[in-house]
Antibody, heavy 120, light 105 residues
Framework: EVQLLESGGGSVQPGGSLTLSCVASGFTFGSYAMTWVRQAPGKGLEWVSGISGSGGSAHYADPVQGRFIISRDNSKDTVYLQMNSLRPEDMAIYYC???????????????WGQGTLVTV | SYDLSQPLSVSSALGQTATITCGGDNIGTKNVHWYQQRPGQAPVMVIYRDAKRPSGIPERFSGSNSGNTATLTISRAQAGDEGDYYCQVWDSNTVIFGGGTKLTV
């Protein structure tokens, strides 16, 4: 059974930084792209960032480009989201999700974590 | 940028068919995926590649995609189907989600 467990959320002042982690289990982690999706209170889903299975390719939504960094450690089955220069509009529940292949710019998200709340 | 439009809300009587649309320019040329989000829970994929059902998703869930509209159909709607539904596509190396549709049964 695929499991994704996010952590690292919390309260931070505007301009501050926070790093989220997502530990995966139940599948061959390095064979799948991973992504972060956020949901502001009472709002819809917004894609944030994705990374390929190897970690060699990463891409970002425009609102976070240049402020957020996605990375992964396949030896630890963990994907990270380093968030810098946080703004009030970044406040949301952040979900990590498993991609459908190793390619990060394709496909669907077949498993999701329960999310971690970031308050700015 | 590419936009996906969904109705804000859809209602269905218990046991009837609920239809949720997702509109986009030539969306029929893209692969559309659908997610269900029950209140207070994480999203769950219910349809991928327009019409394919993941294991564990009831056959009551089906999808189609043609022209400028993709459609999620829920047959014999149940109270447990209530929640928000989102369509998703890729465009210009970016993930696009529709604004979401609240289904009331």
């Amino acid at each position: 059974e695929v499991q994704l467990l996010e952590s690292g959320g919390g309260s931070v002042q505007p301009g501050g930084s926070l790093t989220l982690s997502c530990v995966a289990s139940g599948f061959t982690f390095g064979s799948y792209a991973m992504t972060w999706v956020r949901q502001a209170p009472g709002k819809g889903l917004e894609w944030v960032s994705g990374i390929s299975g190897s970690g060699g390719s990463a891409h970002y939504a425009d609102p976070v480009q240049g402020r957020f960094i996605i990375s992964r450690d396949n030896s630890k089955d963990t994907v990270y989201l380093q968030m810098n220069s946080l703004r009030p509009e970044d406040m949301a529940i952040y979900y990590c999700a498993k991609g459908s292949s190793s390619v990060s710019r394709f496909g669907w998200f077949d498993s999701w974590g329960q999310g971690t709340l970031v308050t700015v | 940028s590419y936009d996906l439009s969904q109705p804000l809300s859809v209602s269905s009587a218990l046991g009837q068919t609920a239809t949720i649309t997702c509109g986009g320019d030539n969306i029929g040329t893209k692969n559309v995926h659908w997610y269900q989000q029950r209140p207070g829970q994480a999203p769950v994929m219910v349809i991928y590649r327009d019409a394919k059902r993941p294991s564990g998703i009831p056959e009551r869930f089906s999808g189609s995609n043609s022209g400028n509209t993709a459609t999620l159909t829920i047959s014999r709607a149940q109270a447990g189907d209530e929640g928000d539904y989102y369509c998703q596509v890729w465009d210009s190396n970016t993930v696009i989600f529709g604004g979401g549709t609240k289904l009331t049964v």
